[in-house]
């Protein structure tokens, strides 16, 4: 879907992201934001957390992915109450 914003003078096109394109994007997101980390890189480079590290990097960016996705009226609330 494309939708056409108006600017002074000028037009600015739009294209509206499709959901899955969007959830794609925030896990990628999260992905490069802990892959920009240091400590954590570190921590996986020396297997500071066992012999998994790695692995155990990679359910961090899908549990906080989750976190995002599953817990909007959570974060609803905690915002209206601030």
């Known amino acids: 879907m494309e939708s056409i914003v108006q600017n002074g003078h000028n037009k600015v096109s739009t294209t509206l992201k499709k959901p899955e394109v969007a959830v794609s994007h ?3 997101g999260i992905a490069l934001l802990l892959s920009r980390w240091n400590g954590l890189q570190m921590a996986v480079q020396n297997a500071w957390g066992g012999h998994d590290s790695l692995q155990k990097s990679h359910q961090l960016v899908l549990d906080i992915f989750s976190w ?15």
């Open 26 to 28: 925030l896990r990628e």
């Open 68 to 82: 995002f996705s599953q817990s909007k009226g959570q974060i609803d609330s905690f915002i209206l109450k601030s």
